[in-house]
Nanobody, 127 residues
Framework: QVQLVESGGGSMQAGGSLRLSCAASGNVASNYCMGWFRQAPGKEREGVAGIYTGVDNTYYSDSVKGRFTISQDKAKSTLYLQMNSLKPEETAMYYC????????????????????WGQGTQVTVSS
């Protein structure tokens, strides 16, 4: 059992930056993969960034590559998402996710492979 709690969301103007945090508790050692997803009203949940926790390899969606950075602090059992140059279309609820499955790279940014989810933190970007 893993519990995830996101924080750090808020409202800001386009071009700004935010740092999201995901505090994990429970059997955190079993989280082989973790990721950040976002979902806007009326849209499907979209993978933003993923990480293989054991080797610290990171992967990003094409739309955020170069602007977002996913990282982890294993000592604090916390996952981060640094978001720079935010765009209005990136307004969404952002979720942290984890799984004990060894996901293929092609599945890392897909929501189906994750069995643990946080409640989300809202990010609103205005123009």
């Amino acid at each position: 059992q893993v519990q995830l709690v996101e924080s750090g969301g808020g409202s800001m103007q386009a071009g700004g930056s935010l740092r999201l945090s995901c505090a994990a508790s429970g059997n955190v050692a079993s989280n082989y993969c973790m990721g950040w997803f976002r979902q806007a009203p009326g849209k499907e949940r979209e993978g933003v960034a993923g990480i293989y926790t054991g080797v610290d390899n990171t992967y990003y969606s094409d739309s955020v590559k170069g602007r977002f950075t996913i990282s982890q602090d294993k000592a604090k059992s916390t996952l981060y998402l640094q978001m720079n140059s935010l765009k209005p279309e990136e307004t969404a609820m952002y979720y942290c996710a984890a799984t004990n499955s060894r996901l293929w790279v092609g599945s890392l940014l897909r929501p189906y492979g994750y069995n643990y989810w946080g409640q989300g933190t809202q990010v609103t970007v205005s123009s």
